[in-house]
């Protein structure tokens, strides 16, 4: 297992503080996690971080310690802008950007704000389109037996279990709620209640190479969306993942991490 | 102390398989696989009946309420009903209580101010000003509020409010979620600087918290009755104390459940219709309820280390059980103030809010509770705190010695 460095950086005037898990040397890669927070991804980031240095950033409010932050950052717009100089605070050019669900969708509209700060890009089962003959499942309010179902293909999997087991400590139980129901409330700000906030507008401004992997039994945005996403983007091709849900990348660690290491080092 | 009349106009009349239809009360039954217009419209009408009724039979105040989207109660927009009990109690000793509008769903909330003005002014000042931040169902799934900027937006409305009823000046209000070039409200309430206003929670530390410190009056809305309600009560009436306010009793409403019959026994009555109250409305479950944000962090916190509310499964009660463990009081009159009296000392209630009104209950026996309720339980129980304190939290205009209750004269 990689050696995992906790950074923590301030920003936005002071406002924001932000963790970042990172790990590994090689080319940058950036990580940008989704709405139940970094805990589950970090089995697949060890993986990536074998050839690359991997930079994980908690979203804005949920760095254990300063959960009001998301209070300092009003829209989607500003949340591009603080990654724009979160990139710079970490001495990023034009990192690898990879980003998974509501990640993804962030990943997109930093790359299409500024297709010159995104080397490359890899996005796993991302948000930010909306079709009415596909809705996106709203995960909010999703009661466990159907939420696990959507974001496992193996509800009761290893990695299903793994997602939703908890602690048998009480501060640690309440620990590892806190910060997956938080992570929800604070990434959920940006996309409530649906989870297209133009992106369809912006998206032909990607420029970066793409890789679109997609989890063929995802229950939250069905994998029809991966076309969507390719045919709105100059230079992307599309991987799709057996035996996934919504969360290859904790299903099938080993063959995403060799699809996107393959990809980035291409 | 002052008892207002409650009604939350759920549907009367669903199916016996209801329950097993549908695993929520909210959001998920279809208007047209459930609902009767006609039944409805009887429903609207009936709620007035018995708001009105209730107040010619002695009661002090009148509440109406917002909820969508649902069959547990569905006034959607309580300012027409108020406006209704406005004008047809005029002349009457008795306030209208909207508790109420939800400011963070009303976009802009000076709708709400204005709206609020007129009913104060149709009552010629008898409007008491609720204002809750709105059930996690209502606001941020029936009006896509996003749940964590509901609060903030609650708490910038009700700034706007404010000064919107008494700024004397046309001024531009550059908020974080509303921004208005010119405000000058037309019409403004009589009361100046402000009606009183009560703010509704149910079980958040936060909302305690931010009541206590602007000195409004804490309305804690729960179906559990008062015996559930001690832990809350006993954080409420500390953090008064830790505040430096007084502990005057009229700075808290409770609603409670109230069944009166001519015996215990013939209080069973009700059975029916609080178990329906209890199985079919009341089902919410927690994925439409906590949802993630609704909940500011320290409440969250205090949540899952230690809820300031229980939690029960409603369904596997019956009557007896409600009974039993204070969900409803419920029994002969001598039976129920003398519940009612327990439960209004041991919580310091001030304002009683009295669900008279719940489940499939029919429009006579709603009336019978009425009359029963103001005519042998209210005359007993509405004396109590006056020799010690007064309400701040009501009409200026309605401060005057009341006639004797007396049970109302038909007019239905």
């Not at chain 2, 917002?66 to 306030?95: C, D, E, I, R």
């Not at chain 2, 009793?249 to 019959?261: E, K």
Request: one cysteine or more.
């Amino acid at each position: 297992m990689a050696t995992v460095e906790q950074r923590k950086i301030r920003c936005w005037q002071g406002k924001i503080e932000t963790e970042i898990e990172v790990s590994g040397d090689g080319p940058p890669v950036l990580f940008l996690h989704g709405p139940w927070g970094l805990r589950g991804d970090r089995k697949f980031l060890d993986r990536l971080a074998a050839l690359h240095r991997v930079y994980a950033p908690r979203h804005p409010g949920t760095t254990s310690g300063d959960p009001e932050a998301i209070h300092r950052l009003d829209e989607l717009w500003d949340l591009v802008v603080y990654y724009g100089e979160l990139f710079d605070r970490l001495g990023l050019e034009a990192p690898a950007l990879l980003g998974h669900s509501f990640g993804g969708m962030v990943a997109c509209e930093i790359a299409a704000t500024m297709p010159e700060r995104a080397g490359k890009l890899v996005l796993i089962d991302p948000l930010g389109l909306w079709r009415d003959d596909r809705p996106v499942k709203n995960w909010m309010i999703m009661p466990e037996d159907q939420l696990r179902p959507a974001l496992f293909a193996a509800p009761n999997g290893k990695a299903a279990r793994r997602f939703f087991e908890l602690p048998d400590e009480s501060d640690a139980r309440v620990e590892v709620q806190a910060s997956f129901i938080w992570s929800q409330a604070c990434t959920g700000k940006f996309v409530w209640p649906i989870p297209d906030r133009g992106l369809k507008k912006r998206i032909h401004r990607i420029a970066a190479p793409t890789l679109i992997i997609w989890g063929t039994a995802d229950g939250i945005v069905s994998p029809d969306y991966a076309q969507d996403f390719a045919q709105r983007i100059a230079n992307a091709r599309i991987e799709p993942i057996g035996d996934a849900g919504h969360l290859p990348h904790l299903e099938q660690p080993d063959r995403v991490a060799q699809l996107v290491g393959r990809f980035l080092l291409d | 102390m002052k008892v207002c009349m409650f009604h939350l106009m759920p549907y009367r009349d669903l199916a016996p398989d209801f329950d097993q239809r549908y695993k929520s009360a909210y959001l998920d039954p279809v208007w047209f696989d459930v609902a009767d217009p006609d039944k409805v419209g009887q429903y609207y009408n009936s709620t007035l009946d018995e708001m009105v009724y209730a107040a010619r039979a002695g009661m002090h105040g009148l509440c109406t309420n917002q909820h969508h989207q649902n069959v547990y109660g569905f006034m959607a927009n309580p300012s027409l009903m108020g406006s209704v009990l406005a004008k047809l109690t005029n002349g009457l000793n008795v306030a209208i209580v909207q508790i109420g509008s939800t400011l963070p769903s009303t976009s802009p909330p000076t709708r709400v101010a204005e709206e609020y003005a007129l009913i104060d002014c149709i009552s010629g000042g008898r409007l008491v000003a609720g204002f809750p931040t709105g059930l996690p169902t209502d606001a941020t799934i029936s009006n896509g509020v996003i749940p964590i900027e509901q609060r903030e937006r609650y708490r910038e409305a009700l700034q706007l409010v404010l000064k919107a009823w008494q700024a004397r000046e046309v001024f531009a209000w550059n908020g974080k979620h509303y921004q208005l070039p010119m405000v000058n409200l037309w019409p403004r309430p009589i009361q100046q600087p402000h009606p009183p206003i009560w703010i509704p929670g149910s079980g958040s530390a936060t909302t305690v918290e931010f009541v206590v410190d602007r000195d409004d009056c804490f309305c804690h809305l729960s179906y559990f009755g008062a015996r559930n309600a001690e832990t809350l009560g006993d954080y409420y009436w500390d953090t008064v104390a830790r505040k430096g306010r007084d502990a005057n009793p009229y700075r808290l409403g409770f609603l409670q459940l109230i069944g009166v019959s001519e015996s215990d026994a013939a209080a069973e009555e009700y059975a029916p219709h609080v178990e329906y109250f209890f199985h079919k409305l009341l089902y919410t479950p927690q994925y439409y309820q906590a949802i993630p944000g609704y909940q500011d962090y320290p409440s969250l916190m205090r949540v899952l280390k230690a809820p300031l509310r229980e939690r029960f499964d409603l369904r596997g009660l019956k009557y007896k059980d409600f009974v039993d463990r204070g969900f409803l009081i419920a029994g002969s009159a001598a039976t129920v103030r003398d519940q009612l009296t327990e439960a209004v000392k041991r919580l310091r209630i001030g304002h009683l809010l009295a669900l008279l009104h719940f489940g499939s209950m029919p429009h006579q026996l709603c009336l019978k509770n009425i009359d029963l309720f103001c005519r042998d339980v209210l005359p007993h129980i509405e004396g109590l705190w006056d020799d010690e304190w007064q309400d701040r939290w009501w009409p200026q205009r309605l401060q005057v010695a009341r006639p004797m209750a007396s049970a109302a004269d038909g007019g239905c």
